[in-house]
Each structure stands twice: as structure tokens, then as C-alpha cells.
């Protein structure tokens, strides 16, 4: 019993500075980090390049925007005067929920067009 207690002690005294040290050896390796990649210089061929024009991207989503909520006032009118003719306690029918779906679906491509 004595010779198990010394064991544990001696194992403690010695594996606790082992495993201080190896965890602040960690925590200084992730601490660093690499340089970041150096810049390409520009050549005479990438000037000659057309630039993105961010103008007639902007224009380019605002039609789409305005054309899809178009579709989406359809949609919705159309879906509207579904649900007001069925009686949608006792029948659910596919064609609305393909229709909110598709609603749905329109919806989000707005706004992730409108974010950017």
C-alpha cells in the first residue's frame, strides 16, 4: 500500500509539470499564425482586363427583383383565390402547397438578390 502511494506521488510530482509545460507549448503554437499570402503584382496583362462593372450589376438585380415580385404578387393572388374558394379545414390540396412552396422559393431568391 505504502509502495503504490509513493508510486502515485512521484507519478503526480513529475507528470504535472510535463503536461504544464505541454499545454503552454500548445497554446503558444496555436497562438501563432502564419503570414498572410503576399499580394500578386499586377502585370501589364491583368490592367488590360475589363473591370466588373458593379453599376450594371446593380441594375441587372433590380430588374430580376422587380420582375420576381411581379411573379410573386401572381403567385400570391393566385394562392389567395385558391384558399378562399376551398373550404382548407377539410382539404388541403397539392397544387396550394406547390404554390406556396413555389412562393416561398421566390421569396428567398429576392432577398438574397436584394442583400447582395
Given at each position: 500500500m505504502e509502495s503504490r502511494r509513493?508510486?502515485?506521488?512521484?507519478?503526480?510530482?513529475?507528470?504535472?509539470?510535463?503536461?504544464?509545460?505541454?499545454?503552454?507549448?500548445?497554446?503558444?503554437?496555436?497562438?501563432?499564425?502564419?503570414?498572410?499570402?503576399?499580394k500578386p503584382a499586377l502585370k501589364d496583362d491583368d490592367r488590360d482586363e475589363p473591370k466588373i462593372d458593379s453599376k450594371a450589376i446593380l441594375e441587372s438585380?433590380?430588374?430580376?427583383i422587380k420582375k420576381n415580385i411581379e411573379r410573386l404578387?401572381?403567385?400570391?393572388?393566385?394562392?389567395?383565390?385558391?384558399?378562399?374558394?376551398?373550404?382548407?379545414v377539410q382539404v388541403l390540396s397539392v397544387a396550394m402547397i406547390k404554390k406556396a412552396e413555389e412562393i416561398e422559393k421566390l421569396a428567398k431568391g429576392i432577398r438574397s438578390r436584394a442583400i447582395g
Open positions: 509513493k508510486f502515485l506521488t512521484l507519478f503526480l510530482v513529475a507528470g504535472a509539470p510535463l503536461g504544464v509545460m505541454s499545454y503552454t507549448m500548445r497554446a503558444q503554437e496555436s497562438q501563432t499564425k502564419p503570414p498572410p499570402p503576399p438585380n433590380q430588374k430580376d404578387f401572381q403567385l400570391a393572388s393566385q394562392l389567395k383565390a385558391e384558399v378562399e374558394k376551398t373550404d382548407s
